[in-house]
Every structure is written in structure tokens, then in C-alpha cells.
Nanobody, 123 residues
Framework: QVHLVESGGGLVQAGGSLRLSCAAS????????MGWFRQAPGEDREFVAA????????YYADSAKGRFTISRDNAKNTVYLQMNSLKPEDTAVYYC????????????????WGQGTQVTVSS
């Protein structure tokens, strides 16, 4: 089992940056692939980025490529999402998630979810 807690959200102007963190409890964090998803009001939850258990493989939604970077520190049981050049359309609640399968873009493959952190980008 793993318990996930996101932090780092907030209000930022367009063009700014934020770094989200997701702290995981449990001694098996390194065996989980991790993902970041987001959900805007009235919208479905969408994939943002994913990283393999080792950190050796990463995957991004087209909307995140070139602006967001996912990384992990298994010694700290933490996964990060560095977000640069933020746009108003990035406004959403951001969730981290864990899966024992391979890193994937599909939300249904993730078995553990955090409570989410709000990111608001003003124009």
C-alpha cells in the first residue's frame, strides 16, 4: 500500500512556474510507476505525465511536452512535476497516482491516488 500527498499548487501568472511534489508513504515506493493527472472544472481527468519506477522512462501529454518535467527521488519517496511557461488552460486540480504496472497514460491502471492540489494560472 502507498499513501500519496500532493503539495506545491497555488496561484501563478501566465508564463510562471510551479513545482508540484507528491510524497508517498510506505517502503515500496520504488516499485511503483507514478503519474500526474489533472482535472479542470467540468472536464474529465486527463493524463499529464508518467515516470517508470526507476525514473528511466518518462511520458508526457502533448500539452505538457517541452514545458513540464516529471522526475522522482526514490530515496525521498517523492515524485515531482516541474511546470514552466504555465498557461491559463493549465488551471486544474493536479493529482499524482501510483501503479504497480508499467508507467501508463491510462488513469484506470493507477490504483492509488492523492487528494489533489489546485493550480490556478491567471492571464
Amino acid at each position: 500500500q502507498v499513501h500519496l500527498v500532493e503539495s506545491g499548487g497555488g496561484l501563478v501568472q501566465a508564463g510562471g512556474s510551479l513545482r508540484l511534489s507528491c510524497a508517498a508513504s510506505g517502503r515500496t515506493f520504488s516499485s511503483y510507476a507514478m503519474g500526474w493527472f489533472r482535472q479542470a472544472p467540468g472536464e474529465d481527468r486527463e493524463f499529464v505525465a508518467a515516470i517508470s519506477w526507476s525514473g528511466g522512462s518518462t511520458y508526457y501529454a502533448d500539452s505538457a511536452k517541452g514545458r513540464f518535467t516529471i522526475s522522482r527521488d526514490n530515496a525521498k519517496n517523492t515524485v515531482y512535476l516541474q511546470m514552466n511557461s504555465l498557461k491559463p488552460e493549465d488551471t486544474a486540480v493536479y493529482y499524482c497516482a501510483a501503479t504497480t504496472t508499467i508507467a501508463t497514460i491510462y488513469a484506470q491502471e493507477y490504483t492509488h491516488w492523492g487528494q489533489g492540489t489546485q493550480v490556478t494560472v491567471s492571464s
